[in-house]
């Protein structure tokens, strides 16, 4: 009954928020794979889990809200994007995360979208980059900094080589928008600095989509806020 509410307040926040798109299908299968991940984890000390690797592993929708975390605050007065997706190699389906936060940590917009179609890991990564950089192109808040664990993306946005791969459009998209907007620097980070990013990629990837500004899903909630008490020490 819980998780039940608490969906029905995300599809209340989507229709004032968001596009208000969200399916009930979406939702039914959100609840089911968050509810089995619930019950499933252990009472005490969760730590965040590692993005699921290229066989697939890891249950959609399964988030972990206790970090480990070294996420570190951008300088005072930018603002910083952290972005991840989850990739299914058997569905090929995806989910990208998006959360902007100021040099306090606090939550400037957070963003988990579904993507039915995506042929892989690689074009997940670089779509979730740039739902980063058109958010933080639309805040225009100047010096920004966007954070990817995924070095190869990293390396292909930031490059000066023609990119060749299947995904080599949304690859010149993102450099195009790097040519314009200079003051948004792209860098690799290490996963556990992208723990919130990843839980909302998990969502994504569950069916689920929505947006929030100034706040986060519950769980994804809990987790910054664990994460800004690390930050103050």
């Given at each position: 009954?819980?998780?039940?509410?608490?969906?029905?307040?995300?599809?209340?926040?989507?229709?004032?928020?968001?596009?208000?798109?969200?399916?009930?299908?979406?939702?039914?299968?959100?609840?089911?794979?968050?509810?089995?991940?619930?019950?499933?984890?252990?009472?005490?000390?969760?730590?965040?889990?590692?993005?699921?690797n290229s066989q697939g592993r890891g249950s959609p929708g399964q988030a972990s809200l206790i970090p480990s975390s070294t996420w570190k605050?951008?300088?005072?007065?930018?603002?910083?994007?952290?972005?991840?997706?989850?990739?299914?190699?058997?569905?090929?389906?995806?989910?990208?995360?998006?959360?902007?936060?100021?040099?306090?940590?606090?939550?400037?917009?957070?963003?988990?979208?579904?993507?039915?179609?995506?042929?892989?890991?690689?074009?997940?990564?670089?779509?979730?980059?740039?739902?980063?950089?058109?958010?933080?192109?639309?805040?225009?808040?100047?010096?920004?900094?966007?954070?990817?664990?995924?070095?190869?993306?990293?390396?292909?946005?930031?490059?000066?080589?023609?990119?060749?791969?299947?995904?080599?459009?949304?690859?010149?998209?993102?450099?195009?928008?790097?040519?314009?907007?200079?003051?948004?620097?792209?860098?690799?980070?290490?996963?556990?600095?992208?723990?919130?990013?990843?839980?909302?990629?998990?969502?994504?990837?569950?069916?689920?989509?929505?947006?929030?500004?100034?706040?986060?899903?519950?769980?994804?909630?809990?987790?910054?806020?664990?994460?800004?008490?690390?930050?103050?020490?």
């Open positions: 009954m819980i998780f039940l509410l608490w969906r029905v307040w995300h599809h209340r926040n989507n229709v004032v928020y968001g596009d208000g798109k969200a399916s009930i299908v979406a939702s039914a299968r959100y609840i089911a794979n968050y509810y089995e991940s619930f019950i499933a984890a252990p009472p005490q000390n969760l730590t965040v889990h590692a993005k699921e605050a951008p300088p005072e007065g930018c603002l910083k994007a952290n972005v991840d997706a989850g990739w299914d190699p058997s569905s090929k389906r995806a989910g990208l995360g998006v959360a902007i936060r100021d040099w306090k940590g606090q939550v400037i917009l957070t963003e988990w979208k579904f993507v039915p179609i995506c042929t892989s890991a690689e074009e997940a990564e670089v779509l979730a980059c740039l739902e980063g950089l058109r958010h933080l192109i639309d805040l225009r808040q100047w010096p920004a900094r966007l954070e990817t664990d995924c070095l190869r993306v990293v390396q292909g946005i930031t490059g000066h080589d023609q990119n060749r791969s299947l995904s080599w459009t949304s690859y010149d998209e993102a450099c195009e928008l790097l040519k314009i907007y200079q003051d948004i620097n792209v860098v690799k980070v290490d996963r556990a600095s992208n723990a919130v990013a990843h839980g909302l990629a998990q969502l994504g990837k569950s069916g689920a989509s929505g947006m929030l500004r100034a706040s986060a899903p519950t769980g994804v909630l809990e987790l910054i806020r664990q994460e800004c008490e690390f930050l103050l020490g």
